[in-house]
């Protein structure tokens, strides 16, 4: 089955920091997403993002998808970013079957 | 009221139990899905239904089953309960005519296996 790995495994920041999370997968997709879990455990969706390039905020996110790749930039950290960041990508033909990532786990400091 | 609701919120049960977690939506959509995560693996998918005749097993499947008593509901049971289904269990939605596939989770479910 198709491969999803995230890096790096674990990542601590001083407030104010820029930072750059990596997801690689091993095969054509039609739906990636990025969701932040934050220390509660609650789960929030923070792009779709197949291709192409979108910003929110101090959050902006990148796939090239011919290179089967896509990057999640959070710029001038706050420690509400703490938590563990997941890429997923969808496998059916309408990208609902989510295949997610171990995550990233982030830690910025005050 | 959250968009999707998760019961109990946590449950401790012994081997050999059977129990059932609950999940109930109010965003309207038609696909309901459950997710497994468990540390360091992220999150895993059990069973997802698309509309409430549609029933498919997700990548884990075993020692699970479901129920999707209307488009709003949709259950997860564990018919005999074994201590490596210790883990956290999420509940969520989607809508593929939502610009981001308007995917929404509960809140999640913490369940320990004795």
């Known amino acids: 089955g198709i491969q999803v790995e995230q890096s790096p495994p674990d990542l601590i920041l001083q407030e104010g920091a820029n930072s750059t999370l990596r997801c690689n997968f091993s095969?054509?997709?039609?739906?990636l997403q990025w969701f932040h879990q934050n220390p509660w455990g609650q789960l929030i969706n923070l792009f779709y993002?197949?291709?192409g390039t979108k910003q929110n905020g101090r959050l902006s996110a990148t796939t090239v998808a011919t290179e089967r790749y896509s990057l999640l930039y959070i710029s001038s950290s706050q420690t509400t970013d703490s938590g563990v960041y997941f890429c997923?990508?969808?496998?059916?033909?309408?990208?609902?079957?989510?295949?997610f990532g171990a995550g990233t786990i982030l830690r910025v400091k005050s | 009221d959250a968009d999707v609701t998760q019961t109990p919120r946590n449950r401790i049960t012994k081997t050999g139990k059977r129990i059932m977690l609950e999940c109930s939506q109010t965003?309207?959509?038609?696909?309901m899905y459950w997710y497994r995560q468990d540390p360091g693996l992220g999150l895993r998918l059990i069973y997802y239904?698309?509309?409430?005749?549609?029933?498919n097993k997700g990548e884990i499947s075993d020692g699970y089953s479901v129920s999707r008593q209307a488009q709003a509901k949709f259950s997860l049971s564990l018919e005999s309960a074994i201590p490596n289904q210790t883990a956290l269990y999420f509940c969520?939605?989607?809508?593929?005519?939502?610009?981001?596939?308007?995917?929404?989770f509960g809140s999640g479910t913490r369940l320990t296996v004795v």
């Open positions: 965003k309207g959509h038609d696909r």
């Open positions: 969520a939605t989607s809508d593929p005519r939502d610009g981001n596939y308007g995917y929404t």
């Open positions: 095969d054509s997709v039609n739906n």
């Open positions: 997923a990508v969808g496998l059916d033909e309408y990208g609902n079957k989510l295949v």
């Open positions: 239904s698309f509309d409430v005749k549609d029933i």
């Open positions: 993002i197949p291709s």
